[in-house]
């Protein structure tokens, strides 16, 4: 597609259960980036992947959350036993080699009750 | 990476020039400045980044200090369509792999008719 695309767009979720998040990069960008943004608050930096390797996990804010990417291309975050306290707007990004600037998706709402 | 400082908030009449601040005095020699911002309810929008020189696009211009410890954002005519969240970022290039996009808290801009 032309543009990052992010599946889904909205959900809602009972703490505990687990959710799965997916993020489709502009085809041919290497570099994809997780971000988080809870209501009112600005951008948490979550992970980097730069191919199928994730050189910066360092955002990830428990082991309850994971993520991976397959083919150099599309990327799942998952989030196990998910608690209330992780509702929010998960952005993805990607970018190409060199010198570009990385692309936003419009984010999944995760709403946990 | 190295930080920068916004003010929190801007005023602007539609139509008129708006200069968006930007200090980051502990800015190294690999750091490009980046620029986003983020209309409300949607993910962050590439705006314009630089290195040293003046940049110029559609959507506006990059002026970047002689010594680079501060920039300025430059949206030549606001519309109503500009009033969001200005970020500005510090990302390191590495001769081909980036550093990650750290998101601090903006300025948000506000457009009066």
């Known amino acids: 597609g032309a543009g990052v695309s992010q599946s889904p767009s909205n959900k809602v979720t009972e703490k505990g259960k687990d959710v799965e998040l997916r993020c489709d990069p502009i085809s041919g960008h290497t570099a994809l980036y997780w971000y988080r943004q809870s209501l009112g608050q600005g951008l948490e930096f979550l992970i980097y992947?730069?191919?199928?390797?994730?050189?910066?996990k360092s955002g990830l804010p428990s082991d309850r959350f994971s993520a991976e990417r397959t083919g150099g291309s599309v990327s799942t975050l998952t989030i196990q036993r998910t608690q209330q306290e992780d509702s929010a707007v998960y952005l993805c990004?990607?970018?190409?080699?060199?010198?570009?600037?990385?692309?936003f998706g419009e984010g999944s709402r995760l709403t946990v009750l | 990476d190295a930080k920068t400082t916004q003010p929190n908030s801007m005023e602007s009449n539609e139509e008129e020039p708006v200069h968006l601040p930007c200090n980051h005095s502990?800015?190294?020699?690999?750091?490009?400045i980046h620029w986003y911002r983020q209309l409300p309810s949607q993910g962050p929008e590439y705006v314009i980044h630089?290195?040293?020189s003046n940049v110029n696009n559609r959507m506006a211009s990059l002026a970047i200090a002689e010594d680079r410890k501060s920039s300025t954002l430059i949206l030549h005519r606001a519309t109503l369509r500009d009033a969001a969240v200005y970020y500005c970022i510090l990302r390191a290039d590495y001769g081909g792999s980036q550093g990650n996009l750290i998101f601090g808290k903006g300025t948000k801009l506000s457009v009066k008719p």
């Open positions: 992947f730069q191919g199928n390797s994730a050189p910066d």
């Open positions: 630089g290195l040293t």
């Open positions: 502990t800015i190294s020699g690999t750091d490009y």
């Open positions: 990004a990607s970018s190409a080699t060199g010198l570009g600037s990385p692309f």
